[in-house]
Structure formats: C-alpha cells, structure tokens
C-alpha cells in the first residue's frame, strides 16, 4: 500500500501562487515506477484531474485550464511530487488530491480518469479568494 500526504494548500488571494507536495512512501517505493496524478474536487461536483506525472519517461499532462498557470514537478530522494499553481483564480478553489498507480498497470491516455489510480491521500484545501 502506498501511503500519500498533501501538503501546502491554504489561503491564496486571485493571482496569487501556491505549492503543494505529494509525499509518497512504501516499502520499496520509487517515483520512477509510478504515475502521479494531481485531482480537485467541489463539493457537488466530480473529481477532475488536472495534471499528471508518469513516472517511467517524466512524461506530463495537464487540464487544459490549468495549462501554462500549474506545473508539475518531482523529488525523487523524497518521493515527492510537487503541483507550482501560478496566477490562481477564484474557480481553482477546491479540496486537491494526490493519487497513484504503478506505471505497469496505467494507461497514460486515461491519466486524468480518478478510475486509473489505485492510491489516494486525504487531500488538502485551497481557497482562492479576495
């Protein structure tokens, strides 16, 4: 079972910035052999993916939304992924996840499908407002 914690969400005004982390652990774990998926959730709405790192190539991917404004980014001596969120809006306001599946058994065209990953953490709140 891979084991992951969020961290950095927070008060942010409109075109403020804030960096969460992902940090993963298990016995054996590399970033190398999993993708990272970054979620968002309101309530009332469904889970969306917004960006994803695959781990065997660094390969990334992102919401369309959120492209040029996020960045997704690893550590691999700490297991941790991190989501840079830039020039954030209003509508970026939600409870964010991490979740995590090994690169085996992902389909890289699903990388934004809650459905493709097996391990997820307890997420954390960000608030974007004046």
């Known amino acids: 079972q891979v084991h992951l914690v969020e961290s950095g969400g927070g008060l942010v005004q409109p075109g403020g910035s804030l960096r969460l982390s992902c940090a993963a652990s298990?016995?054996?774990?590399?970033?190398?052999?999993?993708?990272i998926g970054w979620f968002r959730q309101v309530p009332g709405k469904k889970r969306e993916g917004i960006s994803c790192l695959y781990g065997a190539d660094g390969s990334t991917y992102y919401r369309g939304s959120v492209k040029g404004r996020f960045t997704i980014s690893r550590d691999n001596a700490k297991n941790t992924v991190y989501l840079q969120m830039n020039s954030l809006k209003v509508e970026d306001t939600a409870v964010y996840y991490c979740a995590a599946e090994e690169t085996r058994r992902f389909d890289n065209t699903n990388w934004n499908d809650r459905d493709e990953y097996k391990h997820w953490g307890q997420g954390t709140q960000v608030t974007v407002s004046s």
């Open positions: 298990a016995s054996g774990f590399a970033l190398d052999d999993y993708a």
